[in-house]
């Protein structure tokens, strides 16, 4: 195959095989759909996962997300997803959030289970927020995993996976102006590019609608009992978002913005080019509870 007779053909055949022996190498594959192919996101949702006083049940947790990565990376059990994004070798970050709303135990002992059942040591594995600067795994790692809760913010619009890594700068309040336009930018730095291989951004109590800076409204918040797992922060992001605009309209009764609008969720497609946050070329894949889907 030489000049102009390399085909279209030849070249998807191509990809395929370099996918292929990628697999075979227990090499992640990040970018893993064609151009014209729409990005999967999994939507799960379990009622059955919160206790009549909000407490995560761990079990019903772990069969979500081993639903969800089952599901995302077409395996017939979750440790063979698994294996499919980490490699024994790696050192392994697992970001969270400990903000009122924090990232639940129950969620961070799953995702830890994952990676640990890729053949990961104890070891090599972090579980932090606000130290992630001081932790030693965060500042070498090979990998990350990325989780936190959905939720309004004074700053952004909505807290979200992508600005869950605002805490890889050593001054965040950098990324403050323009309503965060530029956290998108934050995924290109070098101690972030290219690791993430895997986004859970937690919808199992969000909180749609808040005032002030540190503002936390427990009567804005509400039992989704859903998880939004996915490779592309963006595109979990954008249907997070969907889910959050959905009910403050049911709720206040009227269309009520988000103040600040939740620009950083677009421009991280159209500015920084991190992922897509067109739901158009979004595949949702939904799994488990339809009432109260809003989307």
Known sequence: ??????????????????????????????????????????????MNVLGSD??????????????????????????AAWKKIIKPSDIVGIKTNVWKLGTPPEVENSLKKGVLSAGVDAGKISINDR??????????????????????????????????????????????????????????????KGKTRLNVLV??????????????????IWNYCGLIVGQDPVACDAVGLKIIEAKRRDFFKEDKPLNPHAKHIEYADTRHHIGTADMNKINLIRIGTSEGLLI
């Open 1 to 46: 195959m030489k000049g102009k007779d390399f085909s279209r053909r030849d070249f998807l055949k191509t990809g395929t095989l370099a996918a292929t022996a990628a697999l075979l190498l227990n090499k992640p594959i990040l970018n893993f759909a064609k151009s014209d192919e729409k990005t999967p996101v999994i939507l799960i949702r379990d």
């Open 54 to 79: 909000r407490k995560v049940n761990p079990d019903v947790i772990q069969s979500m997300l081993d639903e969800a990565v089952k599901k995302l990376f077409g395996t017939k059990d979750a440790a």
């Open 131 to 192: 130290g992630i600067l001081r932790d030693s795994n965060f500042q070498n790692a090979t990998a990350l995993i990325n989780s936190r809760p959905m939720r309004t913010h004074y700053w952004s619009g909505v807290g979200s996976l992508l600005k869950n890594y605002i805490m890889f700068v050593p001054k965040p309040s950098d990324y403050h102006p323009d309503s965060c336009a530029n956290l998108g930018a934050i995924w290109n730095l070098p101690q972030v």
């Open 203 to 220: 919808m199992l109590t969000p909180m749609f609608h808040s005032v002030g800076p540190m503002g936390y409204s427990p009567e804005h």
